[in-house]
Nanobody, 122 residues
Framework: QVQLVESGGGLVQAGGSLRLSCAAS????????MGWFRQAPGKEREFVAA????????YYADSVKGRFTISRDNAKNTVYLQMNSLKPEDTAVYYC???????????????WGQGTQVTVSS
């Protein structure tokens, strides 16, 4: 079992930056692939970024590539999402996710956080 708690959301102007954090508790954090999803009002939840366990590879949705960076600190049981050059269309609730596989964490993760609101004003 993994429990996930996000933080770092807020209100920012277009072009600004935010860093989201996701603190994980439970066993064997370093063996889980971690990811971020988001859900805008009236839209389905969508994949944003992922980082596998035991790898330096990262994966991004096309809409955030070059602007967002996912990273993890296994010593702190934390995964981060650095968001730069934010746009109004990035406004959404952002969810942290975990799964035993990178395929799972990019599609149907086993574990979810409660979400944190990100609002980008124009």
């Amino acid at each position: 079992q993994v429990q996930l708690v996000e933080s770092g959301g807020g209100l920012v102007q277009a072009g600004g930056s935010l860093r989201l954090s996701c603190a994980a508790s439970g066993r064997s954090f370093s063996t889980y692939s971690m990811g971020w999803f988001r859900q805008a009002p009236g839209k389905e939840r969508e994949f944003v970024a992922a980082v596998p366990w035991g790898s330096t590879s990262t994966y991004y949705a096309d809409s955030v590539k070059g602007r967002f960076t996912i990273s993890r600190d296994n010593a702190k049981n934390t995964v981060y999402l650095q968001m730069n050059s934010l746009k109004p269309e990035d406004t959404a609730v952002y969810y942290c996710a975990a799964d035993n596989s990178v395929v799972g964490v990019t599609t149907t993760p086993d574990y979810w956080g409660q979400g944190t609101q990100v609002t980008v004003s124009s």
